[in-house]
């Protein structure tokens, strides 16, 4: 039977999680972003499925070969997270292996499903691999400014469009306290617009992982690559690791962060299948 630990027992899990494995699912565990954790076994669990709090996808961590936490996941996922997915407006199951032994086990557990697949890259970065220049060649027009308590709160309305921010921030924190403690951010602004957006979308120990949005219609002018270079050489000042992580297809992410001296360390794959067949 697969139940679900409270956040006090996430600790539970820590010694699941491979040496080398995915920086969000060490964030929920350690209970630095906000997510759900389901367990073969409450007192001892060997194997897990993380949901993370930003509806982003679910990861397995632990041991990829138990038997009991496999052979319920079936009828744990159509029963208890498909429901409470759709409340949500998930449309799709998108699962991940925290090491690529899952590999294997989720296509033979979902092999009755219409499972589709597709690759992620991760990079890292460190100071002496660091391509930074000293002024950063911003268009003119737009500003690029630290967040800080002051921009989120936007006491004087001076942001048009203040919920851009707030929502893409609180999609991945529990909160902006939680946020203002664990992770950083940058934005660019223009006209009283906050245009593109660079933060932690999750953080565990120093490692940050780097989330960009840049509005559709400012796009094509080099800010993310700018406003990455802020956030990046922030980190590093502050000793702390920037984490990439992107869909192997999305070209211009890898060029922003092979532009910027970031490094592929390892790949792996997702899963997916859609939910609306198992309603």
């Not at 679900?4 to 027992?9: D, H, S, T």
């Not at 996941?73 to 925290?98: C, M, R, S, Y």
């Not at 086990?105 to 219409?114: A, G, S, W």
């Not at 593109?196 to 960009?212: E, L, N, P, R, Y």
């Amino acid at each position: 039977m697969i139940s679900e630990l409270n956040k006090e027992e996430f600790y539970k899990c820590k010694y699941l999680l491979s040496d080398q494995g995915l920086l969000e699912a060490r964030a929920v565990t350690e209970g630095v972003n906000p997510g759900r954790v389901f367990v073969d076994n409450i007192e001892t669990p060997a194997s897990a499925l993380i949901w993370l709090g930003n509806n982003n996808g679910f990861i397995f961590i632990g041991n990829e070969k138990n038997e009991r936490f496999n052979k319920d996941l079936n009828h744990f996922i159509d029963t208890i997270i498909v429901p409470q997915a759709t409340k949500v407006g998930l449309k799709w199951f998108e699962g991940i292996g925290d090491h690529s032994r899952w590999d294997a086990t989720i296509k033979e557990v979902f092999k009755k499903h219409k499972l589709g697949s597709w690759n992620q890259r991760v990079y890292m970065i460190h100071k002496d691999d660091y391509k930074y220049h000293d002024e950063l060649r911003i268009a003119t027009g737009y500003k690029l400014t630290k967040v800080c308590k002051g921009t989120f709160e936007n006491k004087d309305n001076s942001i048009k469009n203040i919920e851009f921010l707030r929502s893409n921030i609180l999609e991945s924190w529990s909160s902006s306290e939680t946020f203002f403690r664990n992770g950083i951010g940058y934005c660019m602004i223009y006209k009283n617009e906050i245009v593109s957006i660079c933060f932690s979308g999750f953080a565990a120990g120093k490692v940050h992982a780097v989330t960009i949005e840049t509005l559709e219609e400012h796009r094509g002018k080099k800010l993310a690559q700018n406003i990455a270079k802020a956030f990046v050489n922030d980190c590093l000042t502050n000793n702390m690791l920037p984490y990439w992580d992107c869909m192997e297809s999305n070209k211009p992410s890898i060029a922003v962060a092979e532009n910027i001296g970031f490094r592929n360390i390892f790949n792996y794959a997702g899963y997916e299948f859609s939910l609306n067949n198992e309603l």
